[in-house]
């Protein structure tokens, strides 16, 4: 499922491509023509991602509220163009971060900028710096994994053709916009960008009140807000409560767009064992949470990757960005040795879901 970061870059790509256009929209599949047919030929005027959860402004106070799931993915094609905090392909990485072994988990201080402009004040090596750009040419994805992509986000798609695929100079050109592949729930079309969307939870029109409620429903997002009020809120939500820590994080109405990899990272970046009632949480540890949070988001934003690992080297911090297999502490990682202190990582089924976790550090 798109966690957060995911979902802010979804937004800030329609904000950039969308916003100010006047759309028409339609649903190839069927399912939601009524919906599309309210939508279609309104001006989009605003973008924005609460969580997991993204709701686009068109005139007149009509919303589309918009919940990927598991198996929901926007597709993009046309001329699509990025913000500064999207990465471009040909060598550019976007935003980065470097940060130092003797920081605590999840605090301290970081160098930030592009490849070009970390290489020039000394910040990375220039071996790290061409092992990053030949990570973001236009004829390769960003990351092996292809986890992020200007073209496709979402849940993986066979059906259609990712970023690195749909730039190969033997495109044909001319065929725009392209045919819906598969089924397709919306299509929203400018005269010149074409988003797709396919198998989301959840799809509607609202108004500007059914957008509060829904928002009202949601638990603090740093990128919207992240206040002393914000944090007292999270503080306050998890310290109440007896159920686990583990289940907390990805409860939705207690903070916004943690989903399972955040979740187990952040868990392991704290040192705090998963089955932990929140009211046992110390409030400094669940103060420290909500700012590992507010660090995470931001880095997953700007580099499009959910980047965990503190304190590599620069071949190491190319390696992260390159493979998802080299970016995380404890996910996807049962039964390797602990990177700190060698124990097998344990996986279980918390809560419906899989959680990793170091049962050394974490105990």
């Known amino acids: 499922m798109p966690e957060g970061h995911s979902v802010h870059r979804i937004a800030r790509q329609f904000a950039a491509n969308f916003v100010g256009h006047r759309v028409s929209a339609s649903s190839p599949q069927g399912r939601f023509a009524e919906g599309a047919s309210v939508l279609d030929g309104r001006t989009m005027t605003g973008a924005r991602a609460v969580g997991k959860q993204m709701f686009l402004e068109f005139d007149d106070g009509v919303w589309l509220r918009v919940h990927l799931g598991i198996y929901g993915a926007w597709d993009f094609a046309g001329e699509i163009t990025t913000d500064a905090t999207i990465r471009s392909a040909g060598g550019r990485m976007g935003q980065t971060s470097m940060r130092g072994t003797d920081l605590e988990p999840g605090l301290g201080g970081q160098a930030e900028g592009t490849i070009d402009e970390l290489a020039a004040a000394g910040e990375l090596s220039e071996s790290a710096r061409e092992a990053l750009s030949a990570t973001a040419t236009a004829a390769a994805p960003d990351d092996a994994d292809g986890e992020d992509s200007v073209h496709s986000i979402g849940a993986p798609r066979r059906a259609r ?17 392209p045919p819906p592949v598969g089924a397709v729930r919306v299509r929203l079309l400018t005269d010149t960008a074409v988003a797709d969307l396919r198998g989301p939870t959840a799809c509607e029109v609202l108004d500007v009140a059914g957008v509060e409620r829904a928002i009202a ?55 705090l ?16 949470l909500w700012r590992d949070w507010v660090y995470l988001l931001a ?65």
């Not at 053709?161 to 050109?173: D, I």
């Not at 914000?230 to 686990?244: G, H, L, M, N, S």
């Open 161 to 177: 053709l990712r970023m690195s695929e749909q730039e190969k100079e033997t495109e044909e050109e001319g065929d725009f916009p």
């Open 217 to 271: 429903k949601l638990g603090p997002d740093p990128l919207n807000d992240d206040s002393a009020e914000a944090e007292e809120r999270f503080v306050a939500a998890v310290r109440k409560k007896p159920t686990p820590i583990g289940l907390l994080l990805m409860d939705q109405s207690v903070v916004s767009g943690i989903g399972n990899v955040y979740r187990a990272e952040m868990l392991f970046r704290a040192r």
């Open 299 to 363: 880095l997953g934003v700007r580099t499009g990757q959910m980047l965990t690992m503190d304190g590599l080297d620069d071949e190491a911090q190319a390696l992260a960005m390159a493979s998802r297999a080299d970016r995380h502490w404890v996910y996807k990682r049962e039964g390797l040795p602990c990177r700190l202190c060698g124990t097998n990582i344990v996986l279980e089924e918390f809560g419906g879901r899989k959680l990793y976790w170091c049962p050394k550090d974490q105990a």
């Open 273 to 288: 064992n998963p089955h932990t009632p929140g009211k046992q949480v110390p409030v400094d540890t669940a103060r420290a």
